[in-house]
């Protein structure tokens, strides 16, 4: 009984010189200075250079651009595991709906149009998400987001045959061409 009375007193005694401790205490006036806001990034899913996948040819001699887009959007998603592994099991020509059974069956999530509806683009390219596309005849590129240059605004691409480097197409002139290639694009759901 002693000693719990102690061990209370003592408990007390802390606890009031705790409150003596940081009773009045002057808050001092915080300063910050605003950092300039950033230059928004040109386009908005700028993959590096260096992680660019170059189109191959599979088992039956035809080019994969859909699965190499495929796998430069998913590495831009940081999904660089799912994009080895598409890379690895998958390759030569793709058709859409069967693009969609394949990623379907892997359990990706993805949002596609096939109506060259250039509001999904809008969409991909404020979330930053990019997509890849049906561009240019009978292959497959990743969209990479819009770019401003000069008061207009143009569509930037990602060619699979030629990584290292950006095609600037012009808006109007993009979505006129892209809705003459088919208009399908898709964008995985990711983060």
């Known amino acids: 009984f002693i000693e719990s009375e102690m061990i209370h007193k003592l408990v007390n005694l802390f606890i009031?010189?705790?409150?003596?401790?940081?009773?009045g205490c002057e808050t001092s006036e915080v300063r910050v200075r605003a950092l300039p806001v950033p230059v928004a990034e040109q386009p908005t899913a700028n993959l590096p250079g260096q992680l660019h996948q170059r189109n191959w040819t599979g088992s039956l001699g035809q080019g994969?651009?859909?699965?190499?887009?495929?796998v430069n959007h998913l590495r831009w998603l940081n999904e660089f595991e799912l994009g080895e592994r598409w890379r690895s099991t998958y390759s030569d020509g793709e058709w859409d709906?069967?693009?969609r059974d394949r990623l379907d069956s892997a359990g990706v999530e993805y949002s596609y149009t096939l109506k060259a509806d250039p509001r999904f683009l809008d969409w991909?390219?404020?979330t930053r998400r990019g997509a890849i596309l049906w561009w240019k005849p009978s292959h497959c590129c990743t969209f990479v987001g819009w770019v401003e240059r000069d008061g207009q605004q143009f569509a930037a691409i990602l060619d699979n045959n030629y990584p290292g480097r950006f095609e600037l197409t012009p808006r109007e002139q993009f979505i006129r061409l892209w809705a003459g290639y088919g208009g399908f694009a898709l964008t995985v759901l990711n983060d």
């Open 16 to 23: 009031l010189i705790l409150l003596f401790t940081f009773a």
């Open 64 to 70: 994969s651009c859909v699965h190499a887009s495929l």
């Open 97 to 99: 709906s069967r693009l």
């Open 124 to 126: 991909a390219s404020a």
